[in-house]
Each structure stands twice: as structure tokens, then as C-alpha cells.
Nanobody, 118 residues
């Protein structure tokens, strides 16, 4: 059974930092591209940052220079370091795994809430 479990969310003041983690199990981690998505109330889910199985990264323009995605293939985890947080970063953050080889197959975590407020 594939599981993606996010952690690290919480309440932080504007300008602060948080580090999210997503721990996976039940899959061959190195065969998956990974990503962080977020969804604010009343808005569509959007891509925040992604990292390929080979380690290439990309990020949404709104978070470039502030957020960094990384992966640890030995621990089957990805992380999202979020710095200089803004109130508009408030959302539920989700981890996603996309199978690289063969038919499209994707998995989602249950999400972790990030609230940026003074």
C-alpha cells in the first residue's frame, strides 16, 4: 500500500520559515518524480515546486527564491524549505508522487496546513 505522509505545517508569522517533509512508503521512491502542491480556500490546487527522479527542480514564480525543494532517496522523503513566508502562502500543502516509467500513476498525501499570520 502506497502512503505519502506530510508533516511540518503550522502557524508562522510573516517573514518566518517552515520546513515541510513528505515521507513515502510502499513505492520505489527513485522511480517517482515528486512535487509539492498547495490549495487555499476557494482556489484551485497549484504546483509549488517539483523535483524529478534525477534531482532536477522547478518552482512556481511566486515562491522562487524563497522555497527550496529537495529529496533524500535513502530516506524516501522530500522536503520543502519555506523562507520569507507571506500571508498569501497560507494553504493546505500536499505531496504528490508521479511514476516516471510506464503508464501514468500518481499518489497524493493527505496534506498539512500552513498558516502565515501575525
Amino acid at each position: 500500500q502506497v502512503r505519502l505522509v506530510e508533516s511540518g505545517g503550522g502557524l508562522v508569522q510573516p517573514g518566518g520559515s517552515l520546513r515541510l517533509s513528505c515521507t513515502t512508503s510502499g513505492l520505489i521512491f527513485s522511480n517517482y518524480d515528486m512535487g509539492w502542491y498547495r490549495q487555499a480556500p476557494g482556489k484551485q490546487r497549484e504546483l509549488v515546486a517539483a523535483i524529478t527522479s534525477g534531482g532536477s527542480t522547478n518552482a512556481a514564480d511566486s515562491v522562487k527564491g524563497r522555497f527550496t525543494i529537495s529529496r533524500d532517496n535513502a530516506k524516501n522523503t522530500i522536503s520543502l524549505q519555506m523562507n520569507s513566508l507571506k500571508p498569501e502562502d497560507t494553504a493546505a500543502y500536499y505531496c504528490k508522487a508521479d511514476f516516471v516509467w510506464g503508464p501514468k500513476r500518481s499518489y497524493w498525501g493527505q496534506g498539512t496546513q500552513v498558516t502565515v499570520s501575525s
